[in-house]
């Protein structure tokens, strides 16, 4: 159970928190000073401190900071009830906080906060346990002889090359955890030689698809990893199962093929980095109409990532026999797929891939130009093309990053509270 410091010299703003989180599986402790509060970190293995900025005796900022550098592990929240740049510069600076929360807070907002900064803790602890039991493999590889067969050489360099590929896709995840992810997707490509390469595949071409339709990162990284992993599912259908086309299965063998999207999910949601990803696998066979499975969602009930999945692995599974009796080329596979536009698959979505798979084949040469523009008129939907550079020199935004309405409107309003107004270079497509 995770434990959570709040650190507020105001008793009515700990009470509102400890309500606030009653309900959640976390364990709180309290302190109404800076000092009482590095006293408790001494003694409990906090995982994640909220404090308060303005305190009397020490700062918000400076108990951050000695949070920081006795106990760098654990996650750091300011809550402040001023809107004093400065002061949250500071703490940013001083105590490399996670984020920053103003008085007075939304409840669901908080919630959410919390509990992803408490995930990328988990993410964090995860990272440097793959970290070393990869430096711990890697010594054990280092001991075996060239006596090892070709065949198990060839397999080892194979997982090294889709391990490389992998990182460069989403810089976001460590080679470990994208390593682990491709051996879970080899597990059904193993048994079929159809379905080889298929995960990787639908993967990259999902992750240029949401980047096409203006996904954030954190969708097409959900997106990504729900391609890799969509037929994780199918672990328990046979052999022959696996072989045998969609189009000639009989109705027990349907019904029975129908499951692998909910047992799909089932087998993702224990690990807290995969529950977004798990979601699409779920829904990823679910039609526009209405008529997929296992839920008969339609339209836009249907989440954008698993109406992205679904069209681009059915795109790949006409190529490869696993839907109709027989392999069919990519022209016939875009025929099937504009039959079905509005039945199966949504229209945008078709629209979208063909464009973008005609400009992947040098059909068309989109060419993206850079514009620069003043903050005050940044509109939501545009992406940074050079880091976002503060007067003083501090990195606010790393280029690449996508521009949401939310992100928008904090732009806007941090540029009015500075003297000299900021610029952003932005990509435009023409």
């Known amino acids: 159970m995770p434990l959570i410091l709040l650190v507020d010299d105001e008793p009515n703003i700990l009470s509102a928190l400890c309500r606030l989180f009653r309900n959640e599986h976390f364990k709180i402790l309290v302190a109404q000073s800076g000092a009482a509060g590095l006293e408790i970190m001494a003694q409990h293995p906090v995982d994640l401190v909220i404090s308060d900025m303005r305190m009397p005796g020490m700062s918000g900022a400076k108990f951050l900071e000695e949070v920081r550098l006795g106990w ?25 906080i ?51 067969e070709s065949k198990v050489r060839e397999r080892t360099a194979e997982l090294e090359q889709a391990r490389d590929g992998l990182v460069e896709l989403n810089s976001q995840l460590k080679t470990n955890f994208l390593l682990s992810i491709k051996v879970f997707s080899n597990l059904i490509e193993m048994r079929g030689g159809n379905l080889a390469g298929h995960s990787l595949r639908v993967a990259d071409l999902a992750r240029k698809l949401a980047v096409q339709m203006g996904c954030d990162e954190t969708t097409t990284k959900d997106i990504f990893l729900a391609a890799m992993m969509h037929d994780i599912g199918k672990i328990g259908l046979t052999d022959d199962m696996l072989k045998l086309p969609r189009a000639v299965m009989s109705r027990e063998q349907s019904s029975e093929y129908r499951k692998y999207p909910v047992q799909g999910e089932q087998l993702l949601m224990p690990l807290a980095e995969l529950r977004g990803a798990a979601k699409l696998v779920r829904a990823h066979q679910e039609c526009f109409d209405g008529s997929g499975y296992p839920d008969q969602l339609s339209g836009q009930d249907i989440p954008l990532g698993a109406r992205i999945l679904g069209l681009v692995s059915d795109y790949d599974n006409l190529q490869t026999g696993q839907i109709l009796p027989r392999k069919i080329w990519p022209d016939e596979a875009r025929k099937i797929l504009l039959q079905d536009r509005g039945k199966q698959y949504d229209p945008q979505l078709v629209t979208a891939l063909f464009r973008m798979l005609d400009g992947l084949a040098g059909n ?34 790393a280029a690449g990053h996508f521009i949401d309405r939310s992100m928008c409107r904090q732009i806007i309003a941090f540029d009015k509270t500075l003297a000299q107004p900021l610029l952003l270079s932005i990509y435009v497509d023409i």
Do not use: C
């Open 98 to 148: 996670y984020r920053y929360i103003t008085k007075p807070w939304d409840d669901n907002d908080i919630l959410l906060t919390v509990r992803h900064a408490l995930e990328r803790k988990l993410l964090q602890q995860d990272r440097t346990r793959l970290e070393a039991l990869t430096l711990s493999q890697n010594a054990e590889l280092v001991t075996l002889n060239d006596s090892l």
């Open 72 to 96: 760098p592990g654990t996650m750091r929240l300011l809550l402040t009830g001023h809107a004093d740049i400065a002061s949250i510069l500071d703490a940013i600076n001083r105590g490399e």
């Open 364 to 397: 068309t040469t989109p060419e993206r130009k850079t514009f620069q523009i003043p903050a005050a008129t940044v509109q939501p939907g545009v992406t940074l093309a050079l880091d976002l550079v503060l007067p003083n020199g501090s990195l606010l935004l």
